[in-house]
């Protein structure tokens, strides 16, 4: 698989901006014990917030 550095570069501006907009809502707004007292689980609130990074990173990569 041959990467094109205009994908790379897309990808890698849409995960740093996605990034820092879940930071400041899950730090900022939601406070993240919060969700960690609503979900019960310190480990599935990480793997979701992972999750809710990778996913739309890899999606722009694969639709530029």
Same mark, same amino acid.
């Given at each position: 698989?041959?990467?094109k550095?205009?994908?790379?570069?897309?990808?890698?501006? $849409?995960?740093?901006?996605?990034?820092?907009?879940?930071?400041l809502?899950?730090?900022?707004?939601?406070?993240?014990?919060?969700?960690?007292?609503?979900?019960?689980? $310190?480990?599935?609130?990480?793997?979701?917030?992972?999750?809710?990074?990778?996913?739309?990173?890899?999606?722009?990569?694969?639709?530029?």
């Amino acid at each position: 698989m041959k990467l094109k550095k205009r994908k790379i570069k897309y990808s890698a501006i $849409y995960l740093v901006c996605w990034f820092g907009l879940l930071v400041l809502l899950v730090d900022g707004i939601l406070k993240f014990q919060t969700l960690v007292d609503y979900v019960g689980s $310190y480990a599935v609130v990480e793997v979701a917030l992972l999750f809710l990074v990778i996913l739309p990173t890899i999606a722009v990569y694969t639709l530029t």
